[in-house]
């Protein structure tokens, strides 16, 4: 069964208008973690931000924030004020389970993000 | 400069034949992973490690071989046996404290693309 779970292959947004990029996730561990990457065209991956099952508060990274919601297993990257430079895919992943899984991360497909002049 | 480095960029694969792709950090990082990544799939655990001369498979380890001998080097071997070779390879490493939810960063290298002609 798909872990991750993101429902956009593709989005487009508007140069300096905010995008949220969808991110749902299954598991029945109470501890885990859900990470966001940029994968521009030169296929690097980038860290983008993180969030950790038991943070009370959504993360942050500058332009990047996560709207984490626990109940509805939703971790949404939100990216305000886009830029050219934005467009990208863009994963979801998380990290379950104990130190036996190597703390190894499940991504999800990705979404194609086109920022527009 | 730390990082992780991955070589070669690119890599022409004869049917029936072997071919290594290397991997090497330097972050100090105890765990090492091999993704591989198709259009449209996202990035799929080949394999991990989370200690020298230790070695786990991931989701889609046949067809495949890796080798932890160093803990900065986990090399990435592609066999005869792997029937679809053709695919991006990247390459990552973590530090090993904490939890799943700790906020370890996976870091990647940039990549190897592999044709099979």
């Known amino acids: 069964a798909q872990k991750i779970t993101q429902t956009q292959p593709g989005m487009f947004v508007q140069e300096k208008e905010a995008v949220t990029l969808d991110c749902t996730y299954d598991?029945?561990?109470?501890?885990?973690?859900l990470f966001w990457y940029k994968q521009p065209s030169s296929g690097e991956m980038i860290f983008l931000i993180y969030?950790?099952?038991?943070?009370?508060q959504n993360a942050t990274e500058g332009r990047y924030s996560l709207n984490f919601q626990k109940a509805r297993k939703s971790a949404n990257l939100v990216i305000s004020a886009s830029q050219l430079g934005d467009s990208a895919m863009y994963f979801c992943?998380?990290?379950?389970?104990?130190?036996?899984?190597?703390?190894?991360?499940?991504f999800g497909k990705g979404t194609s993000l086109l920022v527009t002049p | 400069d730390g990082g992780i480095t991955q070589s070669p960029k690119y890599l022409f694969r004869k049917e029936g034949q072997n071919v290594t792709l290397s991997c090497e950090q330097n972050?100090?990082?105890?765990?090492m992973y091999w993704y591989r990544q198709d259009p449209g799939q996202g990035l799929r655990l080949i394999y991990y490690?989370?200690?020298?001369?230790?070695?786990q498979k991931g989701d889609i380890a046949e067809g495949y071989s890796v080798s932890r001998e160093k803990k900065e080097s986990f090399p990435l071997t592609v066999t005869s046996a792997q029937k679809n070779p053709t695919a991006f390879y990247l390459c990552?490493?973590?530090?090993?404290?904490?939890?799943?939810?700790?906020?370890?960063?996976?870091?990647f290298g940039e990549g190897s693309w592999l044709t099979v002609v």
């Open positions: 990552a490493s973590s530090p090993l404290t904490g939890t799943a939810r700790s906020g370890n960063t996976i870091y």
């Open positions: 598991t029945s561990d109470p501890s885990y973690g």
């Open positions: 972050l100090n990082h105890d765990a």
């Open positions: 992943a998380m990290r379950e389970g104990g130190i036996d899984s190597g703390y190894a991360l499940n």
């Open positions: 490690s989370q200690i020298v001369n230790d070695f």
């Open positions: 969030q950790g099952s038991y943070d009370q």
